[in-house]
């Protein structure tokens, strides 16, 4: 093929033959048993799964929409139905330390049943426990030994009284207690009586009172012991009367639960407890402490003690649990413990202990997306604590954090046996592995997802086998074999190449739906989809997106901004960038200028002095720049200033794929040959000459063909892309069509002098074995225009000949001569 000649209209888009995918609907294919090109990953997701040794945890990665959650859920439920279903996790009431509540671990569903029976337990006990004290036999026998000790008391004080007596002293009991007063006549004396008296008769009265006063003080510090031992009394009564009660209640719950001591331990600790607050009057108004305060208006408000806080209930678990937690906050991760207002301030008690992921999780798997977790504070940190130490310790944040924090509960931990699953994107993975150095020794195990596969016939068919499991599981109606190879299509332009197939799974969704919507809108009974709606479903979408390009081409053809699609201008070529809005890439022409002048051999790039060039656009340059010397002055000085510069740009210029075409403006200003404006150019040039691949093809030269084809087709239009971006072409249909009739041309380059030539017509000049260049040529045009510069900034000898200075006549260059 000559350098001029064009790619062929099939080459610009690799077309799905629907004949060769041997069906005539996708209702006739069978669904996937695998991920379609995920072989590899799905092979590192079973091998983390099944190791069983600690830090082999795993991270997902891939792009989104490439059906990984699907897969990694899929693999993840076979293993755990084969797994072993976890123990129910329970919280209990600490009895000896109320604020570091027990942690119990029960056969998975027996949680459920010893909660409804402890909760039923606390709902008899009141009316059982009021019964029992209610009891005539047990008031007769609390009456008596209440009498019993008031009779001691009151019999002991009539005994002293007797006694003081015989010393004409009375014991009287007054409002301010029992006092002793001198007696006449069987009656106290007046205070009148006894001041008549002799002072030797009041000395010694005085003296018997003070006495008997003394007698009867000790007399009174011995009821404090006595009131005691009625206490214990009334509490053995109480404890007689209870344990049959208690006995009863309990009889059906310790032959229940007779096979797990745990169980019974606590249901002893709950009757001796219900002794001992019986005894002290404390089941009738709670008042010890803030926990038993909540929810008053319950009957068994206060006897929340007895009940059970069911952590996790595995009773209809089948197999090992598979969790996924969209919220990885700390508390959904680690569990929290909640509060709530009580006269003392923010109270809690054990049953407001809330379980995390990692308590729903434990004994099997949690999957969870790295961007959410690292984007919620400390959870990180919790999680990494957690999967090191072995055990899930539900505290605070502020606590975890070690600055401080409410008092609140200190829950025994639960440990922590499961497979965590972080699935999220590389970049993220990469700064994890270079940051963190606890993240490399907990995942171990990495799945990378793959972004395409090769576009193979048999792949093509495994792919019309996902297209139809897609389908079903949204519900949409048969798409047939024409309809099918256009999503193929589809997909390989959205891989951006045309032998590859995307396995973005969610692109392929939103087409299939949007297809079936302009299906269903064309008619109202549709029972199999075709190519027609797909077309319009894809038009429709172009709209949808067209504000961003349809102002730039009509800013274009107004004359806002200065694009030439005909004539010829030296210095001057149309260059092709891509922009990316929301997710959708949109191209364009930009026009590229250069000049060149004698100087000190510097390219200025004017994107750059002004900070509107990105860095590896600024490399593009200087790698332009390394080019000119190493070619053209190889053995004299590069004595050129040159400036190159976007036109018309005001925002960040970034990437390389305009190198090439600002070394052609900048040959083409140095040579003064004029470039064809009717042509555009994308893509990025090495040191020797060579140019590189590039991104967004379809898209540049979509753009370009768009300006060209509002302002009218010549047949002279084209764009001019690197022969190695050619297997990505997968240009629109229009385009294929206008290359078809020979109104637009697509071009492949592999070097700078082939872009030359198609964009000046004329030769390139390849040196002769003298390292001669052919007259007239490019690269003889460029040569002489340099060798003039540097004559100028480094006047010849007298005598001498410019043309036939040495530095001239050995001007042959490296990328062409190999020398």
Request: with cysteine; proline share 6%; charged share 25%.
């Amino acid at each position: 093929m000559s350098l001029s000649c064009p790619l062929s209209p099939d080459a610009l888009r690799r077309r799905s033959d629907p004949d060769a995918l041997g069906f005539a609907s996708t209702a006739e294919l069978s669904p996937l048993p695998f991920a379609l090109g995920q072989e590899r990953a799905e092979e590192a997701i079973a091998f983390g799964l099944a190791i069983a040794h600690p830090g082999y945890h795993i991270f997902v990665m891939g792009e989104p929409g490439e059906s990984r959650h699907t897969t990694l859920f899929r693999l993840v439920r076979e293993l755990a139905a084969k797994g072993r279903t976890p123990p129910d996790l329970c919280y209990l009431h600490n009895f000896a330390e109320p604020r570091a509540p027990r942690l119990l671990r029960l056969p998975a569903g027996r949680g459920a049943r010893l909660k409804a029976d402890l909760r039923q337990l606390t709902l008899d006990l009141r009316p059982a426990i009021e019964a029992a004290l209610n009891a005539d036999s047990h008031v007769d026998r609390v009456k008596a030994l209440r009498e019993k000790h008031k009779k001691r008391e009151e019999e002991a004080i009539a005994v002293l009284g007797k006694a003081s007596e015989a010393e004409a002293l009375g014991l009287i009991n007054t409002p301010e207690g029992f006092v002793f007063m001198p007696m006449q006549d069987g009656q106290p004396m007046s205070p009148e009586e006894f001041e008549a008296l002799p002072a030797e008769a009041r000395q010694r009265i005085e003296t018997q009172v003070e006495a008997w006063s003394e007698k009867l003080a000790e007399l009174l510090s011995e009821f404090p012991g006595w009131r005691q031992e009625l206490n214990r009394a009334l509490a053995h009564a109480e404890r007689h009367a209870l344990r049959p009660v208690l006995a009863h209640l309990t009889r059906d719950l310790r032959r229940h639960y007779a096979d797990l001591a745990e169980v019974i331990r606590f249901i002893d600790a709950i009757c001796d407890d219900v002794i001992q607050r019986a005894a002290k009057g404390l089941l009738e108004e709670e008042d010890e402490t803030d926990e038993d305060q909540e929810n008053a208006e319950d009957d068994a408000a206060h006897l929340l003690r007895y009940q059970v806080n069911l952590l996790v209930d595995h009773g209809e678990t089948r197999g090992a649990p598979v969790a996924r937690e969209d919220n990885p906050g700390f508390g959904n991760l680690i569990g929290r413990i909640e509060h709530f207002p009580s006269a003392h301030g923010q109270a809690t008690h054990f049953n407001m202990i809330r379980p995390g992921a990692l308590h729903r999780a434990n004994g099997g798997y949690l999957v969870l997306d790295a961007a959410r977790l690292f984007g919620q504070p400390f959870a990180w940190d919790g999680l990494k604590r957690a999967l090191k130490s072995g055990q899930i310790a539900i505290e605070p944040p502020a606590e975890a954090q070690g600055w401080g924090g409410q008092v609140t509960l200190s829950p025994a931990p639960a440990p922590c046996q499961l497979k965590v699953i972080l699935v999220g994107e590389r970049e993220l993975f990469a700064l994890l592995t270079e940051n963190d150095p606890d993240f490399g020794e907990l995942f171990k195990v990495v799945a990378d997802f793959a972004d395409d596969l090769p576009r193979t016939l048999e792949n093509e068919r495994r792919f019309a086998r996902l297209a139809a499991d897609i389908g079903r599981h949204a519900g949409l109606p048969p798409f047939d074999a024409p309809a099918v190879a256009l999503l193929m299509e589809e997909a390989a332009r959205h891989a951006e190449h045309a032998g590859r197939l995307s396995l973005s799974t969610r692109h392929m969704n939103d087409l299939m739906r949007e297809s079936s919507f302009y299906a269903h809108q064309a008619a109202e009974d549709v029972h199999i989809i075709g190519a027609k709606a797909v077309r319009a479903a894809l038009a429709a979408r172009g709209r949808r997106v067209s504000r961003y390009p349809r102002a730039v081409l009509e800013d274009i053809l107004e004359g806002g901004i200065l694009i030439s699609t005909e004539g010829e201008r030296a210095g001057q070529a149309n260059a092709l960038v891509v922009v990316e809005l929301a997710g959708v890439c949109h191209g364009h022409p930009a026009r590229v200028t250069a000049t060149a002048r004698v100087g000190d051999g510097d390219v200025v790039d004017i994107e750059r002095e002004t900070e509107l060039g990105g860095a590896i656009h600024s490399k593009g340059v200087l790698i332009l720049t390394a080019f000119l010397a190493a070619r053209y002055a190889r053995h004299q000085p590069l004595s050129l200033s040159a400036s190159l510069v976007f036109e018309q740009s005001y925002g960040q210029v970034e990437g390389d794929s305009a190198s090439l075409a600002e070394l052609c403006a900048l040959l083409s200003a140095l040579a003064q040959v004029p470039i064809r404006q009717s042509l555009a150019i994308t893509g990025s040039v090495n040191q020797f000459g060579e140019v590189q691949v590039i991104g967004g093809v379809n898209e540049k030269i979509e753009g370009f063909f768009d300006l060209c084809a509002a302002r009218g087709l010549t047949g002279e239009q084209g764009v001019l892309i690197p022969a190695a971006s050619q297997p990505h072409l997968m240009l629109r249909p229009d385009v294929v069509d206008a290359a078809r009739a020979g109104r637009f041309h697509i071009y492949t380059v592999a070097t700078v002098d082939e872009a030359m030539q198609i964009l000046t017509g004329l030769p390139a000049g390849t040196p002769d074995t003298r390292g001669m260049l052919p007259r007239d040529s490019i690269n003889e045009k460029v040569a002489k225009a340099l060798a003039e510069m540097t004559a100028a900034q480094h006047p010849r000898r007298e005598g001498e000949s410019l043309l036939l200075r040495k530095p001239l006549r050995h001007n042959r260059f490296n990328a062409l001569s190999g020398s």
